[in-house]
């Protein structure tokens, strides 16, 4: 439980704003660097450098940002080269735009065919196959060797040429370096786009990413893929550079140097992979000298660059700066940022926030607007009415939910009650694809949802909340609400690598409605806060907004109320009346019985699994079976033991892969 | 029995605790009230050695000083912990559960020493709806039942002090009021008891004393009895008004920077 | 039946190694690439000691296992401990791959590159078995490797120690609550590694000879057996490195060379597609 790295601090925020500037600086620099007086010796390192780069990008967006260990990016490197290779060698191809276009289409291939199988299963598999994929390059190049020239190499690889012209000494080097700049444009877009926000949410939590809508299978296949142009683009690269290549350039031990440099750069991070390849490229080279030594000086270094930067450059810059801005080294830290960035980040630990830091959210209602004017600004939130209709779970033998028909209605809140174990979560779980019923039928509108993937529900307009708040470290509030419109207010991809008009207007209108939003729960001010380090209360206010931005047709809250003091408890009967008055359909599930009482229009009892009664909160608080199962009341109170008979039912949610 | 003193820390660089002082006796419950995030918890963390950084304060066992031993050895020194969320391990069963909880009692290798299993039929007796489930993982259990669980583990090495986190949080009012009986049952066969609750009347009912913890401050502290009214301490908890009564510490002034 | 008595050889070294890697990853969810470099390390001794100072058997096995188990323990002290408790961190991966790597130049440095021969300690006249012929070293170091596997299986099933390994594989934290000393347990699973690989190096390295290439060839077949066997399973390592070694030997006698990877690839991706934990895995989630 050690505290772990937080956001990229957005103190210095002139230096936040000026990074891809600076980058772009530095590299129109390194571009006319050999007129700047760089040498052939210097120059090719450079090279190799921007090559190595490409690799490891590709890693960074699989491995930092979807959270795929993927070892496969060799194999797709020397698919690049190869492609390259044969084209120009065989097929007397050498326009290297056009080696390019094969090599990217020759790794995008390679990337499905390992990627389906490998992501399917998700877990080890991916690494496993990827593995796999690198040890058999040998294999298979020998297998073609009248194609690829087997365990020799291929020879011979001619001059490239491009429109014509021969690319050779400062003109390919230009080409290389151009091409990698591109790239890493095109990879810093995609990140700091919605499409990164929602890899981020994949890596950390796939539940949280299917709630959103999202398909956890193709968003992590889709990160693959593109993880597998860049690698397809060094090889071509390295193909026309060294002129000449063989198995023994796609070793094995290429997958750990590719690694190490992502690990040491940052994983989770973009120009990281700049860095790490530099080190990487530059580090063994020096070592060499030690002649005798090298294996065993290489193999401290790649100890100490373990230790050292196991959270990679990015990582060792960011607490470096946060030590020096405590410190008083640095000024310009936004007042908030103490909250933010440099709180614990660890959702477990119950961050305590200081009186000092928090503020005005410690003990302030005062945000909250007149009742009648927000439901104005809430508009009309389209709620449908949810219809459960017989609905059955078995567990092997274990019914958990038995037989139970209700209906959630728009403009009222529809509360499900029971003891633990009784069915409340399960029954949650199938309304959202988490479970698929054994029989009857979950209705939302028209719309049978009834056996839907997760992601598919999400889409059909149901938003949920969860016991425990889902919420993936490193990001923002405005962010993390900003997630909740990614399907529903989606830019594509290509507009957000290009920043087409579509981008600008879609993230600006998902900041200001996120912003909206927060502000509605009276939290406007943790806007900037990182979502993880808020406390519970402020936490689950943040999911709510993040529900609402999604603007779903049903809303499950699943024990909201639990954990939070009385305060917090306040602020969000508020917000879930003010969903009610806007017309929203509201399913909770909550044990607070006296809260409850208050906000519920309907109450359903469920008890092993069935329901046991249903009526207004009036009718049920004269139901003396539900008092004596449920709230204990009765001096003939059951045991929990007889309480709790029904509980094989794996109540929690689907548990998150820690 | 348990004696914290002014104890300082959190996580590196960030303070969570500023000089908490508690103390439980035998046979006594002690609850620690506070809003979300004031610090409760990292209380407790401190006790059972998991608070990453601790700078200054002590904790006592009896005559014990705690603050050097690592978790572990504060688990065989008669301290147990029950941690927030029904930590109980999902893909051990029922039993196993149970087992690991004696880790300290009969360590050497074979699981089924006597003693240790003479223990686990204890806890079966004290929680019958367990024994029905020996074989189940207790990843299927509901949630009473895991923390029912993860309490019954925690008892296993008959330790001298009990800390709860939150026990209540998320079980059914009935199930919450199984676990306050429990709680009392436990303080009336001798075990010195740290409660940190949410819910509040319900704690107070079962503690003799309370804290209430502000901001990593000790806002008030006393024993249940000499606090009048509850609504005092639910606002003081609160943060809605000056000082309790009994050794009241006043009110945490707002700290400056961080 | 020769070719299988030699498939079951090679797979026997395949699943020593996956043993040692589900060693630690049980008691500490580290992945310990290093693992192999141990079992070579211990062939190297195995002839220092044999060879060089001339020791009978028994203190030839006691001085590998005990130096072994040693280098183990450094490791875990300098390589991995200190990165413990973080999450979502790779650095193990790149730690260990690089005391592998430094074990490798220490031996190519005291050792040279030249592969020496260690004595073996059963007669060298192959066995007549089942139809096929067998040297009584192969034989023994294949009833070994099942008696360690095994026994290493019963260990973690049937005793607290193995009990606790779990816990702290699944929650760390709140097996330390419970009492459980997790730092001797990681301590204690490296040892136990080291101590295995050490042991064996007499009977590995008289077959394969002491020789520098031996660890990375044996941590890329290791790594076979565990994901045909899935990981956290003893038992699975047994099964995936036999299989394994079955499977290249009796492939490559029938076709070239090239084919027995393929073949356990695809191999592989079929018991990805139907057992999607490997065939005996589900202990242990993912770690990597």
Same mark, same amino acid.
């Given at each position: ?658 | ?153 925690? !008892?296993?090495? =008959?330790?001298?002090?009990?800390? %709860?986190? #939150?026990?209540?949080?998320?079980? /059914?009012? +009935?199930? &919450? ?8 049952? !436990?303080?009336? =066969?001798?075990?010195?008891?740290? %409660?940190? #609750?949410?819910?509040?009347?319900? /704690?107070? +009912?079962? &503690? ?51 | ?288």
């Amino acid at each position: 439980m050690a505290p772990t790295t937080a956001v990229s601090p957005p103190a210095l925020p002139w230096l936040r704003s000026a990074r891809p500037l600076m980058m772009l600086g530095l590299g129109v620099l390194v571009l006319v660097a050999p007129w700047l007086g760089l040498g052939d010796y210097w120059s090719r390192q450079f090279i190799l450098i921007a090559i190595l780069a490409l690799v490891v990008s590709g890693l960074n967006i699989s491995l930092g940002y979807a959270g795929e260990l993927a070892l496969g990016q060799v194999a797709l490197y020397a698919v690049g080269a190869y492609v390259a290779g044969y084209l120009a060698v065989s097929q007397g191809v050498t326009d290297i735009l056009l080696c390019l276009l094969a090599a990217i289409g020759g790794a995008i291939v390679v990337g499905f065919v390992s990627g389906i199988p490998g992501l399917r299963l998700g877990g080890w598999s991916l690494a496993m196959v990827t593995f796999f994929l690198v040890i058999i390059i040998p294999n298979v190049l020998d297998l073609l060797s009248s194609q690829t020239g087997g365990a020799l190499g291929l020879s011979g690889i001619p001059i490239p040429t491009i429109f014509g012209a021969q690319l050779v000494g400062d003109g390919f080097y230009v080409f290389v370096i151009a091409v990698t700049i591109i790239w890493f444009a095109i990879f810093r877009n995609l990140i700091s786009s919605s499409h990164g926000d929602a890899f981020l949410v994949l890596k950390q939590s796939p539940i949280l990413a299917a709630t959103l809508g999202i398909s956890v299978y193709r968003l992590k296949l889709l990160a693959y893929v593109v993880g597998a142009i860049p690698a397809g683009i060094a090889g071509v690269l390295f193909a026309f550079l060294s002129a000449y290549i063989s198995p023994s350039s796609f070793a094995f031990a290429l997958a750990f140097t590719i690694l190490t440099a992502s690990v040491v750069g940052g994983s989770q991070s973009i120009y990281g992979a700049i860095f790490g390849a530099a080190i990487l490229q530059l580090g063994p080279e020096r070592i060499a000298s030690f002649q005798n030594y090298s294996l065993i000086v290489y193999g401290a270094f790649l100890v100490v660059a373990g230790l050292v930067f196991s959270d990679g450059i990015a990582g060792l810059i960011r607490s470096g700066l946060s030590q020096a801005r405590r410190r008083g080294w640095l000024s310009g830290a936004a007042p908030i940022d103490t909250v933010g960035p440099l709180a614990v980040a660890d959702a477990a630990v119950p961050t305590a926030v200081d009186e000092a830091a928090v503020g005005p959210l410690a003990g302030a209602t005062t945000v909250s607007t007149p009742a009648d004017e927000t439901a104005a600004v809430i508009g009309d939130l389209a709620g449908e009415a949810l219809t459960v209709t017989e609905l059955r779970k078995d567990f092997g033998g274990v019914t958990a939910v038995d037989d139970v028909t209700l209906e959630a209605v728009p403009g009222q809140v529809t509360a499900l009650i029971g003891p633990n174990g009784s069915g409340k979560t399960t029954l949650l779980n199938l309304v959202c694809g988490f479970y698929k019923p054994t029989s009857g039928s979950v209705r939302l509108g028209q719309v049978e949802l009834g056996g839907l993937a997760p992601y598919r529900s999400a889409r059909a307009g149901v938003a949920r909340t969860f016991q425990t708040p889902l919420i993936p470290k490193g990001m923002r509030a405005r962010a993390f609400v900003a997630t909740g419109r990614y399907i529903s207010h989606r830019v594509s991809m290509p507009a957000s690598i290009l920043r087409l008009p579509s981008f600008w207007r879609g993230s600006r209108d998902s900041d200001a409605e996120a912003l909206r939003l927060l502000t509605l729960l009276g939290i406007a001010h943790v806007a900037d806060s990182e979502v993880a380090s808020l406390p519970l209360g402020t936490r689950r206010l943040v999911e709510v907004a993040r529900a609402l931005a999604a603007e779903p047709k049903v809303f499950l809250f699943d024990e909201v109320g639990s954990g939070l003091d009385e305060e917090d408890i306040q602020r969000l009967e508020e917000a879930i009346e003010l969903i009610r008055r806007a017309g929203g359909t509201v399913v909770l599930v909550e044990h607070n019985f006296p809260l409850v009482l208050k906000i519920a229009d309907r109450i359903h009892v469920l008890s092993q699994g069935a329901l046991i009664a249903s009526g207004t909160p009036s009718e049920i608080q004269a139901n003396r079976r539900v008092l004596e199962e449920y709230t204990g009341s009765s001096d003939t109170a059951d045991t929990i033991e007889e309480l709790e008979r029904a509980d094989a039912a794996p109540g929690p949610p689907p548990a998150e892969p820690r | 029995m348990l004696t914290v003193d002014s104890i300082a820390g959190g996580y590196g660089d960030i303070q969570v605790l500023w000089g908490v002082s508690a103390s439980v006796e035998a046979g006594h419950v002690t609850v620690v009230l506070g809003r979300n995030g004031a610090g409760k918890s990292s209380l407790l963390n401190a006790v059972a050695g998991f608070l990453p950084t601790v700078r200054s304060g002590h904790v006592r066992l009896g005559d014990l000083e705690l603050g050097r031993l690592t978790p572990f050895e504060r688990v065989r020194a008669g301290l147990a912990y029950v941690q927030e969320g029904k930590r109980v391990f999902h893909r051990r069963t029922v039993e196993e559960n149970l087992l690991l909880g004696g880790y300290t009692v009969k360590r050497p290798f074979l699981r089924r020493g006597q003693r240790l299993q003479a223990s686990v039929d204890r806890a079966y007796e004290r929680f019958p709806m367990l024994a029905d489930r020996r074989k189940m993982t207790a990843g299927r259990l509901s949630g009473g039942q895991q923390q029912m669980l993860a309490i019954a583990q925690a !008892l296993i090495p =008959e330790p001298t002090v009990l800390m %709860l986190d #939150e026990p209540s949080a998320g079980l /059914a009012p +009935a199930v &919450a009021k199984e676990v306050f009986a429990m709680v009392e049952n !436990l303080k009336r =066969e001798g075990l010195a008891v740290l %409660l940190v #609750e949410q819910v509040v009347d319900n /704690a107070l +009912a079962i &503690a003799d004393d309370v804290i209430v913890i502000d901001a990593g401050r000790v806002a008030a502290s006393g024993r249940v009895a000499d606090f009048d009214d509850t609504t005092m301490v639910r606002d003081l908890y609160l943060g809605r008004s000056g000082a309790g009564p009994g050794e009241s510490h006043g009110r945490a002034p707002g700290r400056s920077g961080s | 039946m020769t070719t299988l008595w030699s498939g079951l050889a090679d797979g026997a070294l395949y699943a020593l190694v996956g043993v040692g890697y589900n060693i630690v990853l049980l008691a500490s969810g580290v992945f310990n690439f290093a693992n192999a470099q141990l079992i070579m390390l211990g062939t190297y001794l195995a002839y220092f000691a044999a060879v060089t100072l001339k020791l009978p058997l028994v203190p030839t096995v006691l001085i590998g296992a005990a130096a072994v188990a040693l280098i183990a323990v450094a490791e875990e002290r300098l390589a991995i401990r200190p990165l413990m408790g973080r999450r979502d961190s790779h650095a193990t991966l790149i730690t260990s791959v690089g005391v592998a790597v430094a074990l490798d130049g220490i031996v190519l440095r005291i050792w040279g590159s030249q592969p020496k021969s260690v004595p073996a300690p059963l007669s060298s006249k192959p066995l007549n078995l089942l139809g096929g012929t067998i040297e009584p070293t192969a034989l023994l170091l294949i009833v070994l490797v099942i008696v360690v596997g095994v026994g290493l299986h019963i260990l973690s099933k049937k005793t607290m120690i193995g009990l606790g390994s779990l816990a702290s594989a699944e929650d760390r934290e709140a097996a330390m609550a419970r009492g459980v000393n997790v730092r001797a347990l990681a301590i204690g699973a490296f040892a136990l590694a080291g101590l295995i690989a050490g042991a064996f190096g007499v009977v590995v390295g008289s077959g394969t000879y002491a020789n520098p290439g031996l660890g990375d060839n044996l941590a890329l077949f290791g790594f076979v057996a565990i994901a045909i066997g899935g990981s956290g399973s003893q038992i699975g390592s047994l099964i995936g490195g036999f299989a394994t070694g079955i499977i290249y030997a009796e492939v490559s006698r029938y076709t070239n060379a090239d084919w027995p990877q393929i073949v356990v690839f695809a191999l592989f991706l079929l018991i990805l597609l139907t057992r999607p934990r490997g065939l005996f895995g589900g202990a242990v989630e993912r770690q990597v």
